[in-house]
């Protein structure tokens, strides 16, 4: 740092607090270390009795910590963001609409091996909604190498290493199976479950029918599911490993492609997904959906609403956080639970 003329001090950047005093009124931080020092500031620390400042000396190709804040945010910034103005040096990067957010957790980890360089996110796959915050920029000095910034872009490429994808899906198809259901002697419980589930994400069940489990009607159902406008297949029933259990495979006779059925998640290890011909999705959803407040279906639907093709080692990593620990009030998604 060196000291220098308050008069000339215009577009350095202060090394240290300067408190102001006002007798009974106001005590604290009239400019904050970082502050670049502008024109208008110059009346005030005279006033203040600042004839000299201690500011940092610039050098060729340094960058201000508010500046490097900006540069790490445009290679996060992406369309249906918005961000913060730089203050002390950090930048908030927030969602300007519902939907998923994902990041490039390679590049990012990659970029924070980085000496003197940190963004922080929330976890990439996250449902969001608008408003919601997504990362955090700044760099831990107040002045930085700009070649340490350049390093960061590299590794970034050419697009932002995040986005914001809106959800896509919006008509959804349910088939409930079970001899129990199809025959009356109990009550579709699962059925509104799923229902409210899809409202919280603005998708409408087009279509409904509920089969014994029969294979072949189960199969039948899907054929004719397959025919309406339902972006989306939803079945419930019949998902265990009981011999009269054929949900399962149904949905492979029926022509799906199976991503995987079972997953290393709790609850919810009887999950099956799988694409038809041209990307449908259908999902095969086990018991637990019905009565846990959070099983891997709420992990897995704002992907699949997002139209973000899963296959089986995204299923696979769930298994480092997937057991839902049960608590006495859910919390989730503000919980570990697949994550």
Known sequence: MKKIDTKNAVGHVL???ITRIVKDSFKGPQFRKGHIITEDDI???LSMGKDHVFVWEKKEGFLHEDEAAERLRDICFNENMSASAPKEGKIEIKSEIDGLFVIDTEKLFAINMLDEIMIASRHSMSAVKKGDKLIGTRVIPLVI??????????????GPIAQVIPYKIKKAAVITTGNEVASGRIKDDFTPVIIEKLSLFGVEVVSHVITDDGIENIKNALDNMRKTDA???????????????????AIKESGAEIVTYGAPVLPGAMFLLGYYEGGLPVMGLPGCVMYADTTI????LPR?????????????????GG???GCDECRYP????GK
């Open 15 to 17: 090394c240290h607090d």
């Open 43 to 45: 009346p005030m620390l």
């Open 145 to 158: 190498d700009g070649k340490k910034l350049d390093e960061a872009e590299k590794i970034a490429g050419e």
């Open 231 to 249: 972006e989306l297949i939803l079945c419930t029933g019949g998902m265990s490993v009981d011999p009269d259990d054929n949900t399962p495979g």
């Open 297 to 300: 279906f709420d992990i897995i």
């Open 304 to 320: 699949i609403l997002a139209g973000v093709k899963v296959d089986k080692k995204d299923i696979a990593v769930l298994g480092n």
């Open 323 to 325: 057991l839902c620990l």
């Open 334 to 337: 503000v919980c570990p639970f």
